[in-house]
């Protein structure tokens, strides 16, 4: 059973940091490709960074880049968001996603995974 489980948010102020963590379970973990979204109410879920299976490369949306840095660590199947120089406009609830092939009822099928959101708020 695949589960994404982040943790790190909170109140920061302008200027200032985070670190988010998404825990993975379930899955050999590094075998795809992890990201991040964003979501404020009342509008779509954004992307906002994405790294691929084994670490090879790495995606940010345009916002981000620059402040944002997405990495894994392979031996505790996490990924994290190192998010510096916050911004007001940052304020959302952050998810984990991965997006896997799975064999359902003999029939190949992609499949998404979402955690449960972590609040970040940046406010002084």
């Known amino acids: 059973q695949v589960q994404l489980v982040e943790s790190g948010g909170g109140l920061v102020q302008p200027g200032g940091s985070l670190r988010l963590s998404c825990a993975a379970s379930?899955?050999?973990?590094?075998?795809?490709?992890m990201s991040w979204y964003r979501q404020v109410p009342g509008r779509e879920r954004e992307f906002v960074a994405i790294?691929?299976?084994?670490?090879?490369?790495?995606n940010y949306a345009n916002s981000v880049k620059g402040r944002f840095t997405i990495s894994g660590d392979n031996a505790k199947n996490t990924i994290y968001l190192q998010m510096n120089s916050l911004k007001p406009e940052d304020t959302a609830v952050y998810y984990c996603y991965v997006r896997r092939r799975e064999l359902r009822g003999g029939i190949w099928r992609s499949i998404d995974y979402w955690g449960q959101g972590t609040q970040v708020t940046v406010s002084s």
């Open positions: 790294i691929t299976s084994g670490g090879r490369s790495t």
């Open positions: 379930g899955f050999t973990f590094n075998s795809d490709a």
